[in-house]
């Protein structure tokens, strides 16, 4: 197993910009690929996914590692283990925590917090539910990117977003008009 930090946290990420911490996780990625080894690939942040309001993303060039990690999962599914934010203080219980999501492998990406165990949640919300937990329906407004939008969906979606008063609603697609 190769467990790796985000360079941000060691200060190697804000003085040479994103390549400083994305090249040499790439290379590390690239070499145990290479290697042949069976070994996991574990990719460790502090404070970049928020599990709720309470829990601000402090590290928001962490997350950079998080979107990579998605990508090496796909490229790479025997080798990516997953990635796994851990909380501010790394005590005891949470090293307990941290040994148990890598050990047991059935999540990929998960958040430590001081409350648990943390993973990644789709969850079913229908259009008169309150979805942010004040007794208030979400309305999208302002400008409303729609990637995808001129497939089919993207069109439902797009004339949903119209008719809920979106102000703009910017379609991009890959094939054209």
Not at 46 to 62: E, K, L
Not at 120 to 135: P, W
Not at 158 to 170: D, F, M, P, Q, Y
Request: charged share 20%; glycine share 22%; net charge neutral.
């Amino acid at each position: 197993m190769v467990s790796l930090l985000p360079l941000v946290s060691a200060g190697l990420g804000s003085s040479g910009g994103v390549g400083a911490m994305v090249d040499p996780w790439l290379g590390l990625l690239r070499a145990v690929v290479g290697s042949g080894a069976g070994v996991r690939v574990w990719s460790l942040s502090r404070g970049a996914v928020s599990t709720g309001r309470a829990d601000a993303v402090v590290d928001a060039s962490g997350g950079l590692l998080w979107g990579l990690g998605r990508v090496a999962g796909l490229e790479f599914p025997g080798v990516w283990g997953g990635s796994v934010d851990l909380p501010g203080v790394l005590d005891e219980r949470a090293a307990g925590r941290l040994a148990a999501v890598l050990g047991q492998g059935d999540e990929d990406q998960v958040a430590l917090r001081g409350s648990g165990v943390f993973g990644r949640r789709l969850v079913r919300v229908d259009s008169d539910t309150d979805t942010d937990g004040n007794g208030s329906l979400w309305r999208p407004s302002g400008t409303v990117l729609v990637t995808g939008g001129t497939g089919g969906l993207g069109g439902v979606v797009a004339r949903w977003l119209v008719r809920s008063g979106t102000e703009h609603v910017v379609l991009a697609g890959r094939r054209g008009a």
